[in-house]
């Protein structure tokens, strides 16, 4: 067993551990199309947010992409 700091994985395995989840929900061939978009979107998103937002507190890219999973999830769930 190997163990990592998250920082180290990056948020590229958050998002595909997410769309693993969805194939109950949605068809494998949407979760092909979508999860290229998800990980050209939290690349793009973290480094907007980076450089034009204030964080009270400092944080990582991998909650802000957390963050963007769950809010991205309360939609695909909330269908059913």
Request: hydrophobic share 45%; proline share 6%; with cysteine.
């Amino acid at each position: 067993m190997v163990l990592l700091e998250p920082h180290e994985l990056g948020h590229s395995v958050l998002i595909t551990s997410f769309m693993r989840s969805l194939e109950e929900y949605i068809d494998e061939k949407i979760i092909a199309k979508i999860e290229p978009l998800m990980h050209y979107m939290s690349d793009v998103s973290c480094d907007f947010i980076y450089r034009k937002c204030v964080f009270p507190v400092p944080t990582g890219p991998n909650f802000v992409v957390d963050n963007m999973i769950k809010l991205f999830d309360t939609f695909v769930r909330g269908w059913q």
